[in-house]
């Protein structure tokens, strides 16, 4: 069967970035939705085609609030061979009196029980599902609203702990992973819990749109563009 | 009498980029537009002011297209006590066969002699009219156009010649500009001439009000961000 287009961006980003190095045992981020079951699905098939060495498993941190993981999801992950383990936390318990729910607390509180349990686990990569458009729109809020050039980065090393940040879907839009997931029959959820007020991203969401006209190709440049920095021709 | 508010955002980026210097001889690019005359009435304030020594001069390279600097410009610059020369460049003649007349053309020839007088007439510093939009616009094109970092700095050392380039209006945008420039009762045109196949720069102009829905605060910190680069946050 000939890779899909999706997992050929994928390659790209992997090689460009070394996401998946020999002996790596990684993490990944399972959510639900159709990134993270794209990134399952693109470790699973390269895992097959032992062009390296790795070990690999996702980890669904269920919250009080979101969808969980559908019965068919949990399906197509045993038909691919992903290892899914799954542990929860309540969001709402570990609110501090007089916050309320938002989309950052609620990441927050998941992305951290996603670090403890790979340092826990002996994992050395924690693989996440942001993809072009995440990365673009991070941009532009830093940009426009903290005056700062900077965003999640496709390989981040903490300085803290013993993991490594991997974003192998760095170079694939929202259009490519919708259409894909269509193609593929992902049966994923995408999270309608009430307490998005996101306005921030919805925001730049669409100031990505209206810079970009939607292209892949710009979207891309200016993603380039970040690599290609002339500092002599900066203010 | 105060300083007027867009001068006030000269003096800051004068600052910031140690624009002028003592001992300086600067050559003030003049077009008969309004960014250039604004440059032209700032450094004569400025100069007034005695805040450091140095002397400037206009010079117009008048074209066979484009606007010349008109009568009352002429009087308002010398009112100012804004000595300007003037030279002539054939730009058609200067175009090579099979090639059509273009703005970027016309302004590189225009900006050669600009750079030979400068050198010819020991100035060290040549003071150009681009604004924060221009730059921010260039910006915009040169990532999405060809992924790359850059755009026309406010302070810039050329290799080759003994003089470096300045744009003072650096943190002004066009809003700012033509609000100046009708408190003052600027005599300024707009080049009019019918070679402005300059879609490229329109369309960028486009982008930049897009993106920031043409806030004075958005495009500030878009162009703080690019001295405020995180290496470690990118790709």
Chains 1, 2 share one sequence.
């Not at 994928?10 to 990944?28: F, S, T």
């Not at 730049?204 to 380039?224: I, M, N, P, V």
Request: aromatic share 10%; net charge positive.
């Amino acid at each position: 069967m000939p890779q899909p287009k999706l997992f050929r961006i994928i390659d790209k980003a992997v090689y460009d970035y070394r996401l998946i190095e020999e002996g790596d045992r990684i993490l990944v981020g399972i959510s639900g939705g159709k990134d993270s079951a794209a990134l399952a699905h693109y470790f699973a098939c390269r895992q097959k085609q032992g062009r390296e060495r790795f070990s690999f498993a996702g980890l669904h941190v269920a919250a009080d609030i979101g969808s969980p993981v559908s019965a068919e999801l949990r399906r197509q992950f045993a038909q691919w061979g992903v290892p899914l383990a799954e542990m929860s936390v309540s969001v709402f318990g570990r609110l501090k009196p007089g916050h309320s729910m938002n989309c950052w607390w609620c990441s927050t509180q998941r992305r951290t029980e996603l670090n403890s349990y790979a340092i826990a686990h002996g994992y050395n990569k924690i693989a996440l599902g942001h993809h072009l458009d995440d990365m673009l729109e991070t941009l532009l809020m830093n940009a426009l609203g903290k005056g700062e050039l900077s965003t999640m980065p496709p390989r981040l090393t903490y300085q803290k702990y013993p993991v490594t940040i991997i974003r192998p879907l760095c170079y694939a839009d929202i259009p490519a992973i919708v259409e894909h997931a269509e193609a593929y029959s992902y049966s994923t959820a995408t999270c309608t819990c009430g307490y998005q007020e996101n306005s921030g991203r919805k925001d730049a969401r669409a100031r990505l749109a209206a810079l970009t006209g939607g292209s892949y190709a710009h979207k891309r440049r200016l993603f380039e563009a970040l690599k290609n920095i002339r500092p002599e021709y900066l203010p």
